[in-house]
């Protein structure tokens, strides 16, 4: 079975609409430098979907060495509600220094230390779009995460961290893997769901997995002029339900950033 990701990011969308009546305004700030042409291409298309739904955003194209600059102008400008930054970050500039000069109360990306932090005390607050993403494509489409075994192969800040609080929060059984794992085929073997953010195409193949799987993948990779992910069904296999690329974690994600834009300001 194929795991749809635009059912759920359309239900998103709906809610958002709903809760905006008669809300306050909710402004975005997207800054992107402008040499970043992924970020730039990723933030107009929320854009789009933040105006269909009513939400402000002003996507920001900006020289790299303006950026914290431009953070600190946003985080005092009382008619910004919520701001996310592109990444890479420019050239010298790190994901620590991004997260501290955020405000955490418009960092709708959730990568600031304290709303991190939040989500590691499992106390009610934002979680960054991908993990979040990647949550609720599985329980919205009915797959439970309580008493689950399940691998994520990734341990990146944006990615592979947070989505273990998210799934422990769940009652999922987590093992976090990486490049320096050592018998990944039999971790992926034990587990019940994989999820997959490498970035590598191609790195997990249907024809060499053993038994019954879910596959959550995450991973973008642009091969030739196609986009793909990091899972190929190459055997046709039918008892292996996945998220396809496109159309799965990437089309849920840029609706969690709208919905974190509204949670946020707590509409
Ligand atoms: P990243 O920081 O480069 O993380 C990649 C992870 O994969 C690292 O933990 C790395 O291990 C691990 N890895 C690399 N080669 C491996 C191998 N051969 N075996 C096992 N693990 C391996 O990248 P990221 O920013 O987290 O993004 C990961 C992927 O998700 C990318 O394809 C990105 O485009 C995609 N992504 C998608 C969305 C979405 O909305 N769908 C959002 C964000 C990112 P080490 O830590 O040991 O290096």
């Not at 932090?117 to 009915?142: R, V």
């Not at 085929?185 to 994989?194: A, L, Q, Y």
């Not at 195409?201 to 002029?225: E, F, H, P, R, T």
Request: charged share 25%; proline share 4%; with cysteine.
């Amino acid at each position: 079975m194929i795991i749809d990701g635009k059912i759920v990011s359309k239900k998103i969308m709906e809610d958002i609409k709903e809760r905006l009546k008669n809300g306050p305004k909710i402004m975005v700030a997207a800054i992107a430098y402008k040499e970043d042409k992924e970020s730039i291409v990723y933030f107009n298309s929320i854009k789009r979907n933040a105006e269909k739904a009513g939400i402000g955003f002003n996507l920001l194209e900006i020289e790299g060495k303006d950026l914290i600059e431009k953070i600190n102008e946003l985080n005092d400008d009382s008619s910004v509600t919520g701001i996310i930054v592109g990444r890479p970050f420019p050239p010298g500039i790190t994901n620590e220094i991004v997260s501290l000069a955020l405000n955490p109360d418009k960092d709708i990306d959730c990568v600031t230390p304290h709303n991190l932090g939040l989500l590691n005390f499992n106390i009610n607050s934002i979680a960054p779009a991908t993990p979040k993403a990647t949550i609720d494509i599985l329980e919205q489409n009915g797959i439970s995460l309580k008493g689950k075994n399940v691998l994520v192969i990734n341990r990146s800040v944006t990615v592979g961290r947070p989505l273990v609080n998210l799934l422990l929060n769940r009652d999922a059984t987590v093992t976090i893997a990486h490049s320096k794992t050592s018998n990944m085929e039999k971790m992926i073997e034990d587990n019940d769901i994989i999820i997959l953010a490498v970035g590598k195409a191609g790195y997990l193949k249907s024809s060499s997995i053993k038994g019954k799987k879910i596959i959550v993948d995450v991973g973008i990779n642009v091969v030739g002029d196609r986009i793909v992910g990091d899972f190929e069904n190459d055997a046709q296999r039918e008892d292996i339900d996945y998220t396809p690329v496109p159309g799965g974690v990437g089309s849920v994600t840029s609706a969690e950033i709208l919905k974190n834009a509204l949670d946020i300001v707590n509409l």
